[in-house]
């Protein structure tokens, strides 16, 4: 290395005496500049550790969306359900999950749109001061939220979010479906039902899912799709009914899964995003519902059927077809 003094009058390593007699590596006078070959093994500063995305707003408008499906090849949900199913609460539920590292295998990567799962969640914490755990209603309007979450890939699941009174608009018109842009565009369908109010009127809530199942496949949204019916509130169920509800809920789904087209995949899941009455833990059955939507979709098989043709019947349908007679 090469060293200069910064003593005035002193030449230093230049005349090679020190004015003060001391050795250059014993004087505090002494700058010294790291040889070229120093600075190239010297450890290189550490990259700082990467930071969750925050985005700028509480949702997604449908061309940011489509802007984020293009770029991070996400895969897009529609939430179809009525007034109070638990939309919102689903939602708010797996945004805490993630964030609390929760989701099994999966890390929490960030979100386009933290601040409008803040909003979800706030009343839903002690923050809020509020007497019991509760839930901001849907906006009318469409809107989309997003997940980043990590394991050995990242995924990006988008969740659109609309209000239940636009869905129960479309029962006896399906035609109002076709304006919904979420329903054609995304592969992964999630139909909630409430467990709540299937232990209570058991023929209005099987009804109103049953219809807006048959309102979708009229449409012609189903095909090709993956359906997932979802049981929600199951943590509300009151003690006693838990086996009946599961049983109506089974039916509902078996019926479902025969009335669906051919190409479109019917799954369930149970779910209680609220704590039970007594335990702490919540979210059961929301990793599972998550590990679903994030698994790679399932390869289809086609089988192309050549119709056979008919028997012969005359003498005359043989030599016309060329067969033998």
Same mark, same amino acid.
């Given at each position: 290395? $090469?060293?200069?003094?910064?003593?005035?009058?002193?030449?230093?390593?230049?005349?090679?005496?020190?004015?003060?007699?001391?050795?250059? @590596?014993?004087?505090?006078?002494?700058?010294?500049?790291?040889?070229?070959?120093?600075? !190239?093994?010297?450890?290189?500063?550490?990259?700082?550790?990467?930071?969750?995305?925050?985005?700028?707003?509480?949702? =997604?408008?449908?061309?940011?969306?489509?802007? *984020? !499906?293009?770029?991070?090849?996400?895969?897009?949900?529609? =939430?179809?359900?009525?007034?109070?199913?638990?939309? $919102?609460? =689903?939602? #708010?539920?797996? &945004?805490?999950?993630? +964030?609390?590292?929760?989701?099994?295998?999966?890390?929490?990567?960030?979100?386009?749109?933290?601040?409008? &799962?803040?909003?979800?969640?706030? %009343? #839903?914490?002690?923050?809020?001061?509020?007497?019991?755990?509760? $839930?901001?209603?849907? #906006?009318?309007? !469409?809107?989309?939220?997003?997940?980043?979450?990590?394991?050995?890939? +990242?995924?990006?699941?988008?969740?659109?979010?609309?209000?239940?009174?636009?869905?129960?608009?479309?029962?006896?018109? &399906?035609? %109002?479906? !076709?304006?919904? /842009?979420?329903?054609?565009?995304? /592969?992964?369908?999630? %139909?909630?039902?409430?467990?709540?109010?299937?232990?209570?009127?058991?023929?209005?809530?099987?009804?109103?899912?049953?219809? *807006?199942?048959?309102?979708?496949?009229?449409?012609?949204?189903?095909?090709?799709?993956?359906?997932?019916?979802?049981? $929600?509130?199951?943590?509300?169920?009151?003690?006693?009914?838990?086996?009946?509800?599961?049983?109506?809920?089974? @039916?509902?789904? #078996?019926?479902?899964?025969?009335?669906?087209?051919?190409?479109? @995949?019917?799954?369930?899941?149970?779910?209680?995003?609220?704590?039970?009455?007594?335990?702490?833990?919540?979210?059961?059955?929301?990793?599972?519902?998550?590990?679903?939507?994030?698994?790679?979709? +399932?390869?289809?098989?086609?089988?192309?059927?050549? /119709?056979?043709?008919?028997?012969?019947?005359?003498?005359?349908?043989?030599?016309?077809?060329?067969?033998? *007679?």
């Amino acid at each position: 290395p $090469t060293a200069t003094c910064t003593e005035a009058g002193c030449g230093g390593p230049a005349s090679g005496v020190c004015i003060d007699n001391l050795s250059f @590596d014993e004087c505090p006078n002494v700058a010294r500049e790291a040889a070229e070959d120093e600075e !190239l093994d010297a450890p290189a500063t550490p990259a700082p550790s990467p930071m969750v995305s925050i985005g700028s707003g509480p949702s =997604l408008s449908v061309a940011n969306c489509d802007a *984020l !499906l293009r770029r991070t090849g996400g895969r897009l949900v529609a =939430l179809i359900g009525g007034h109070g199913v638990g939309k $919102t609460t =689903l939602l #708010a539920t797996t &945004y805490e999950l993630a +964030r609390r590292g929760e989701l099994p295998g999966r890390a929490f990567g960030g979100s386009e749109t933290i601040r409008g &799962y803040e909003e979800r969640c706030h %009343l #839903a914490r002690l923050a809020s001061e509020s007497a019991s755990p509760d $839930t901001l209603r849907t #906006a009318a309007a !469409l809107s989309f939220v997003h997940l980043d979450l990590v394991s050995s890939v +990242r995924d990006h699941v988008i969740f659109a979010d609309r209000s239940g009174e636009q869905f129960e608009r479309a029962l006896d018109k &399906y035609e %109002l479906l !076709l304006g919904y /842009p979420e329903l054609a565009r995304a /592969p992964i369908l999630c %139909l909630l039902i409430d467990a709540k109010r299937l232990a209570a009127s058991p023929h209005q809530e099987i009804s109103q899912t049953r219809r *807006l199942f048959m309102a979708v496949n009229d449409a012609g949204l189903l095909g090709g799709k993956s359906v997932t019916l979802v049981a $929600t509130k199951f943590d509300a169920v009151p003690d006693g009914q838990d086996a009946e509800c599961r049983e109506r809920f089974d @039916d509902l789904f #078996a019926e479902l899964k025969n009335r669906s087209p051919t190409g479109c @995949d019917v799954d369930f899941q149970l779910t209680a995003a609220r704590a039970r009455p007594g335990s702490t833990a919540f979210g059961e059955g929301i990793p599972e519902l998550i590990a679903r939507f994030c698994a790679p979709p +399932r390869k289809r098989v086609f089988e192309l059927q050549v /119709p056979s043709a008919p028997a012969s019947t005359n003498a005359y349908d043989g030599l016309r077809r060329r067969e033998p *007679l």
